[in-house]
């Protein structure tokens, strides 16, 4: 079980989804596996019937092809027979005539005692005549007489195969060694064995093969040419895996045969009878086709749940989870109720009906922080920063110790005085831009004197007749010298700088120092984006930009990149309004 704790912190939709599969795709394989299964019995079923039936047809052939072959001998021992060979002209005609007609009835009796004997004939040289039994007026063919004797045929097999037709023959005498007086022989009916072999198969629409592994041989039920070259190959197959009798599937063309086979000792052949799996299994084919039907439709079953579930579930639950998550970064809006009376449009009216009392909350508790703020603000504009005014004194004693620096300790010490007077003014929240810029320069004329040289400070822009809240440049302009080119061993550059745009006044504080990196920008970029939504403590550049958006609002304030200079660019926003 503890496996199946991979789902513990998955999404409900995963897990309904995982539930939903695990009830149904065990239901499809239980069916799949009864169709194959059952399939699988039918097939073997009917292989053993079609082998049985095979084992039938072709002992019948081997019982056939046996009793001829006994039966032979007693008709080439017949006396008439011999008389004729041996005496042959000599005898009366009538005598001759007789003992012929007498052969005839023989040899026809012989015809009919099997329906596989096509005819029964005997060839005798002497006369120049073959022997029918239906025949009286014949000839020998030399060249059919020829392939009718035993050095024409294997000594072990009763068959003779010639010219496409198949014989049982045996001569007198039986010595290879002389040419025979006569030779008695069968001719098989094809058509016969044919109907035979289509016996086995065409019940079922299938084709069958009898073919001799030595000579070639075959006799088939029609069979197209392609096939028929297939399943010669397979009786070879078999031949050399010494497998007399069984089944398989042979695959041929793209399609799926049932091919059985037995093998006959005594004509030296394999019957195989090919049968198309589609013919035999048709029923269960149809069964298989509605299975997979079932399937599609169970995928588009799985495809509707999951649109019903993503839908009318996990979209509205999701939409739920992520208000939350916006609530925990502060960011209080309520959802937009989108359902009826159900359960997640009481979710959705529960949670609108939270965030406005959180906010109701929040703006009695922001009011109350930002009184504090201005509070702080003044106490802060009253306060002294003690290592800056330690640095002062000791430059102004450094140059007043200087015998050549008199008059620059009389002007810092002027910058002092106004430094001082402006930070420790309480009376007014709001002053004027210019006034604004004029304490910054006199801070920036304060550290020129401390930097000397080091440092090269530009102001350039024009000054608006605009009231903006008190320290919104000065801070900005003390973090550049503080973080970036208090410390820098190389020349420093300041640039300050306004544009005008529209309703927008902008002043940019640009520096060239080289110790931020652009991930630091983005870092205090994103403070900034989130600094409204966030009830913390806040200071210095932060301090400024939420100031600036409380006087005039959320697309005014502060915004940072990279600096042409190669270090911070900091821009300050306020409205002309």
Not at 463 to 472: A, M, Q, T, Y
Request: charge should be neutral.
């Amino acid at each position: 079980m503890k496996r199946l704790f991979f789902l513990h912190d998955s999404s409900i939709f995963k897990k309904i989804m995982v539930a939903f599969l695990a009830a149904l795709l065990p239901l499809m394989a239980i069916t799949w596996m009864i169709n194959e299964k059952g399939a699988e019995k039918i097939r073997s079923e009917i292989s053993e019937s079609v082998l049985n039936t095979t084992r039938f047809y072709l002992d019948s052939l081997d019982k056939e092809g046996d009793r001829i072959s006994r039966y032979l001998p007693n008709y080439v021992m017949d006396k008439d027979l011999m008389e004729i060979a041996t005496t042959g002209t000599a005898m009366s005609y009538y005598d001759r005539s007789r003992k012929i007609l007498d052969i005839q009835k023989r040899l026809d009796l012989m015809k009919n005692s099997s329906p596989f004997i096509q005819e029964a004939k005997a060839y005798v040289p002497l006369i120049e005549r073959t022997i029918l039994s239906s025949k009286y007026e014949t000839s020998i063919d030399q060249e059919e007489y020829e392939a009718m004797q035993q050095s024409a045929k294997h000594f072990e097999q009763p068959f003779v195969y010639w010219n496409d037709r198949l014989f049982i023959t045996m001569q007198y005498p039986t010595s290879t060694v002389k040419n025979p007086i006569y030779v008695v022989g069968v001719e098989l009916s094809k058509s016969k064995i044919k109907e035979t072999l289509m016996q086995i198969s065409n019940a079922r629409g299938g084709h069958s093969l009898l073919f001799n592994l030595d000579r070639g041989w075959k006799v088939e039920s029609g069979v197209d040419s392609e096939l028929l070259e297939r399943m010669k190959s397979f009786a070879l197959e078999k031949k050399n895996a010494a497998s007399e009798e069984g089944y398989e599937t042979l695959n041929y063309g793209g399609e799926r045969y049932l091919t059985v086979y037995k093998y006959s000792s005594l004509w030296n052949s394999y019957s195989i009878t090919c049968i198309p799996e589609a013919k035999i299994l048709g029923p269960l084919q149809m069964y298989r086709m509605w299975f997979w039907a079932a399937c599609a439709l169970g995928v588009c079953i799985l495809f509707f749940f999951s649109y019903f579930l993503l839908r009318f579930i996990y979209r509205p639950l999701m939409k739920l989870v992520h208000s939350f998550r916006r609530v925990q970064q502060n960011w209080l809006e309520p959802i937009v109720i989108d359902r009826g009376s159900d359960e997640f449009g009481y979710l959705y009216q529960a949670f609108n009906d939270t965030v406005r009392s959180l906010k109701t909350l929040i703006e009695e508790n922001y009011e109350q922080q930002i009184r504090n703020q201005r509070s702080e603000l003044k106490r802060l504009q009253s306060q002294i920063n003690p290592h800056f005014l330690y640095n002062c004194f000791f430059v102004l004693c450094r140059l007043i110790k200087s015998e050549n620096q008199k008059e620059k300790a009389y002007q810092f010490c002027l910058h002092i005085g106004q430094y001082f007077q402006f930070i420790t003014r309480n009376d007014e929240d709001e002053i004027p831009l210019e006034l604004e810029v004029k304490h910054s320069r006199t801070y920036v004329d304060m550290q020129s004197i401390c930097y000397g040289d080091r440092i090269q400070i530009k102001f350039e822009g024009h000054v608006p007749d605009i009231f903006v809240p008190r320290l919104i440049l000065q801070p900005i302009i003390e973090n550049a010298y503080k973080h970036a080119l208090g410390n820098m061993i190389e020349q420093g550059e300041l640039w300050v700088h306004s544009e005008l745009k529209g309703d927008v006044f902008s002043l940019y504080v640009e520096d060239n120092g080289r110790s931020i990196s652009d991930e630091d920008i983005e870092r205090l970029q994103k403070r900034l984006r989130l600094a409204s939504n966030r009830l913390e403590e806040t200071t210095g550049i932060i301090n400024v930009h939420r100031r600036i958006q409380l006087r005039y609002g959320e697309e005014y304030g502060i915004a940072m990149s990279r600096s042409d200079l190669g270090g911070l660019r900091v821009r300050i926003n306020l409205s002309m309004c």
